[in-house]
């Protein structure tokens, strides 16, 4: 039992991780097949210490700037951290070493660029593909015809692995067309291990659904599933 336990947060994210392993069941697929990153974007870190604290070890940050002040803030607690947001070539250096896996990859140019940093430093990196699955121009992410490619292009560089694919879903009230998204997504993954594209077989991992939509991604095969409001409240507009 944790010191906090009673803390509203802690609360929402039994109840939240019990949701998932719920929709993960319905699924056909054990409970615990789905693993619940924190997106945790301006959220204090003592806020998410008291997540880390209680077992809820993933946390996914999407600004260069916050990734770099909680990584020192929370650096005596033990998690793993993925970067989730758009990143720019010219921040790749305060990004790597920080994180574990970056979910949001979504070209050859960053890939390589990303690769010779890393062999510069002796170190390799996990990534996801990040497609654009929905079309929306606000999104980053190659588009869905590009997906094989690029991964084969990742699998090309040594300091980098590609462990799967990560999307953002639509943002519509359209729950149909949201998890035609998500399909669409678990097809390009399947379709790669068909076609035998280098590095298919490692690439299984599917990080899509946030907090209003993770059981139908779940329903489409997600592997991780990425929840910053559900657990923490609404975040302050930006
Ligand atoms: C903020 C964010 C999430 C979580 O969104 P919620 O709706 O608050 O759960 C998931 N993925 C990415 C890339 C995000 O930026």
Known sequence: MSAATGDPLLERLHRVRAEIDAATVEAGRPPGDVALL???????????????????TLIGENRVQELAEKYDALLEVPHATHFIGHLQANKINQVIGRIGCLESLDSVELARKLDSRLAARGSD????????????????????EHAADLLAAVTALPRLTARGFMT?????????????????????????VADGVPGADAALELSMGMSGDFADAIAEGATIVRIGSAVFGRRPAT
């Open 38 to 56: 924190l997106a945790t974007k301006t959220v204090p870190a003592a806020r998410i210490a008291l997540a880390l604290a209680d077992g809820f």
């Open 125 to 144: 990196l996990d990534v996801l593909v990040q497609v654009n699955v929905s079309g929306e121009e606000s999104k980053s992410g190659v588009q869905p």
């Open 168 to 192: 953002i879903g639509l943002n519509s009230p359209d729950r149909g067309a949201v998890r035609a998204g998500y399909r669409l997504l678990a097809g390009l993954r399947d379709m790669a």
